[in-house]
């Protein structure tokens, strides 16, 4: 009998302590966003996967030209919803990295040649890495409260 009553006490300490020691080994700048904003923001973030995943997906099927207009149309401009004002502006250029990372990418993928030749993969590639490479970079960078 004591030792589940031992294991249950040790498993709820050790439950407790894991959120406290990820918050303090999380180096992540804080931002704050009103309540009502930040769900549309984390929207915003979720449609940015699927649209990233989508451009993926037409690159994986050898389709340029879809893989530059899913680009073009969800990953080049901005939400227009004003989260801006709210953010520190390296936030912001990290944003802005993005958004022309994917407008380089668009331009990139319509220059492919059809079929693509061996360097069309490459650059189409390497330009969507310059993509993710600029989602990865804000959330190791930021977090929001
Ligand atoms: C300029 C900053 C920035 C860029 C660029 C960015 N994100 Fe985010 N994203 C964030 C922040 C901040 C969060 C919240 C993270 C947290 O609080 O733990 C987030 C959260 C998310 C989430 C989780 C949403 C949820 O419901 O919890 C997803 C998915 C996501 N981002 C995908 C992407 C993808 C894909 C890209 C690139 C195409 C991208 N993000 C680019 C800042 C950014």
Known sequence: M??????A???????????????????RTPVRLPAEMRADFLAEMRQHMDSLDDV???VAAANFKDAAKVAREHLVPG?????????????????LGMHRAAAEFAEVA????????DADWRRVMAALKEIS????????AFRVE
């Open 9 to 27: 006490i040790t498993l709820a300490v050790v439950a407790g302590a894991v959120p406290a020691a990820a918050a303090e080994g999380d180096a």
């Open 110 to 117: 319509e220059a492919a040649g059809a079929p693509p030749a």
């Open 2 to 7: 004591i030792a589940p009553v031992f294991a």
């Open 56 to 58: 993926i997906a037409a």
């Open 133 to 140: 490479g600029h989602c990865r970079a804000c959330h190791d």
């Open 79 to 95: 939400s227009g919803k004003g989260f801006g004002r709210h953010l520190p502006i390296e936030f912001r250029e990290i944003g």
